[in-house]
Each structure stands twice: as structure tokens, then as C-alpha cells.
């Protein structure tokens, strides 16, 4: 007597590929897009903040196609705010390279915070990827790999993708569009990057506690830009919330060194 086996049969208007497993590049895809759906509202929040880049740009000099370039390459709006702040002609290129990097500087901090999500997964992906990160993309990939217990490349890939996407694509409008509107800060379009950064935070929150280092990071860095404004104020918050957390846990540490 022989046993056979046979896959189930498939329900009326039930499809034969909702029966298979999921292959990896279903899966994949699949957590692309759900990045990018979570995307979409935030890309289309800071397309404003993109637009004003672009017009600042062009009012500074830069084509539609420096533009472009500057942040496609760079793809960091604060420094890039600085740089374009900063630009004269002919430019300090050391003093702009300087505040840049020091403005970017933070970006060391994201990634150690996303290392320990990382340290499974190959370098030769990974770092590539990384390339397309900046504050919104790893806000949303650190919250999502810390609800799901794992960092999704593909998922981090669908948000940061789109986002890099259309900052480069919105720049280049607000270059070629801004010398015919003008100064567009009176529009309001620069609210809509604290805007953005509001909606993330609330995103993040968990408790008033574990918030005490980001009001230490924001006092720092109004407290400068009150006192002496410029870049430096960018990094300063961002160190004195470093060490603000890092000495709120130094107790914890303790315990559970005991």
C-alpha cells in the first residue's frame, strides 16, 4: 500500500498562490512596500521644506543642475540649509566642508543606534543602503525595527528610497521655479521640517522618563542658537544628549553589573 501526499486543494475562488509559502522575493517586496506606504506621508511633508532648499539654492547662484547634485550627494537638509547659508562667491569651500561635516556629525550617532539591528545582515548590502539615510528614513526604520524585533533592509529600503527620490526631484523644482516666486519663507514652507520632526518624535515617545534626553539635547541647542547661532548648535544638542542618557543609565548599568 503506497501513502500519497498532494497540496491542499484550493477553495473556490481561492488562487493557488495564496497556498504556496512566501519566497523570500515575495517577502521582500512585499516589505518594500510597506515602507513605502509608510513613506508617503512624510515624503510629501517635507517637499515644502525641498522646494525652499532648491529656491535658496538658485537664489544663491546653483543651477538646476548643481542642485540637484548637491542633494542627491549629500542628502542632508540641515547641512545643506547651512552650506547654502554659508555660500558666497566665490565660496569658503573649507568653512562650508567644515560646518557640513560637523552638521552631519549626528548621523554618527543614528548609525550606532542602529548597529545592534544591523550586525546580522551583510556589509555589502548594508552600507550601501546606508547611504540613503537621513533623519526621517532612520527614525522610521529604528521604531520599526525595534516594534518587530528585527531590521527589514527592504522595508528601511522602501521608506529611504522614495524619500531620496523625491528630495532630489523637489530641490531641483524649487531651483527652477524659485527665482519666479521670490522668497518663498514667507509662504511658511520652512515650518514644515519642525512640522515633520514633531510628528516623529510622537511617534517615538514612550514615557516622559525616557524623553528627558531629547529636552536636554533641544535646550542645549536653542540655548545656543539664542546665545552665538550657527551650525556648532546642531552638534552640541545632539553630544549633550548623548551624555544625558548615557549618565541616566550609568545607575542601571550598575544593577545590572550586581
Not at 112 to 141: G, I, N, Q
Request: a positive charge.
Amino acid at each position: 500500500m503506497t501513502i500519497e501526499t498532494c497540496a491542499p486543494a484550493a477553495m473556490p475562488g481561492e488562487r493557488l498562490s495564496e497556498l504556496r509559502p512566501e519566497s523570500g522575493r515575495d517577502r521582500s517586496r512585499s516589505e518594500f512596500r510597506r515602507g513605502l506606504l509608510a513613506s508617503l506621508p512624510v515624503t510629501a511633508g517635507f517637499t515644502p521644506f525641498a522646494l525652499v532648499l532648491g529656491a535658496q539654492a538658485a537664489q544663491k547662484g546653483l543651477s538646476a543642475v548643481e542642485t540637484p547634485l548637491m542633494t542627491g550627494l549629500n542628502f542632508a537638509g540641515g547641512s545643506e540649509f547651512a552650506a547654502i547659508g554659508l555660500w558666497t562667491s566665490p565660496p569658503h569651500l573649507l568653512l562650508i566642508a567644515a560646518v557640513t561635516l560637523m552638521v552631519n556629525s549626528r548621523h554618527l550617532l543614528m548609525g550606532a543606534a542602529l548597529a545592534p539591528f544591523l550586525k546580522s545582515l551583510p556589509k555589502r548590502r548594508v552600507l550601501p543602503a546606508l547611504f540613503l539615510m537621513c533623519d526621517e528614513s532612520w527614525a522610521m526604520a529604528l521604531a520599526d525595527a525595534k516594534a518587530r524585533g528585527t531590521f527589514s533592509l527592504a522595508h528601511y529600503l522602501g521608506v529611504a528610497l522614495p524619500m531620496w527620490l523625491a528630495w532630489i526631484a523637489f530641490t531641483t523644482l524649487g531651483a527652477m521655479v524659485g527665482p519666479v516666486l521670490g522668497n518663498v519663507e514667507t509662504l511658511g514652507f520652512d515650518m514644515a521640517f519642525p512640522a515633520i520632526f514633531l510628528v516623529l518624535l510622537r511617534g517615538m515617545w514612550t514615557t516622559f522618563r525616557a524623553a528627558r534626553p531629547w529636552l536636554v539635547s533641544l535646550a542645549v541647542a536653542a540655548s545656543g542658537h539664542l546665545l552665538a547661532p550657527g551650525a556648532w548648535t546642531v552638534a552640541a544638542g545632539a553630544l549633550a544628549g548623548l551624555l544625558t542618557a548615557w549618565l541616566w543609565a550609568a545607575p542601571n548599568r550598575k544593577e545590572a553589573a550586581a
